[in-house]
């Protein structure tokens, strides 16, 4: 299984970037997928997920109204646009895929262990 994230990088407060993370070795339309980040010193957490159809969605309170996930199965890509970034924006990305949609809310209670697979992180920074 391959999560490639990419579109990271640097960029000033109130800008945007979109992640884009190109998924293989797994039937990606059965796959939920989602977004963690980890910001320096700090535990990783939950940014978003998105159902298998791209029919639900739900967020972190923090990106609400900012963020939006998004995918394309016919691309086996999944996506994160980031809106109004903020400094505390910054950490790196990581792609996430799982076969069940639930496990994105029982994260909190289980740690990363709770998700199927994990791809390697992308960093964002958003400067002041």
């Known amino acids: 299984v391959q999560l490639q994230a990419s579109g990271g990088g640097l960029v000033q407060a109130g800008g945007s970037l979109r992640l884009s993370c190109a998924a293989s070795?797994?039937?990606?339309?059965?796959?939920?997928m989602g977004w963690f980040r980890q910001a320096p010193g700090k535990e990783r957490e939950f940014v978003a997920a998105?159902?298998?159809?791209?029919?639900?969605?739900y967020y972190t309170d923090s990106v609400k109204g900012r963020f939006t996930i998004s995918r394309d199965n016919a691309k086996n890509t999944v996506y994160l646009q980031m809106n109004s970034l903020k400094p505390e924006d910054t950490a790196v990305y990581y792609c996430?895929?799982?076969?069940?949609?639930?496990?994105?809310?029982?994260?909190?209670?289980?740690?990363?262990?709770?998700?199927?697979?994990w791809g390697e992180g992308t960093l964002v920074t958003v400067s002041s």
């Open positions: 996430t895929a799982d076969r069940r949609y639930s496990d994105y809310g029982d994260h909190k209670y289980y740690g990363d262990s709770a998700i199927d697979y």
């Open positions: 070795g797994i039937g990606f339309s059965y796959h939920a």
């Open positions: 998105i159902s298998r159809g791209g029919d639900s969605t």
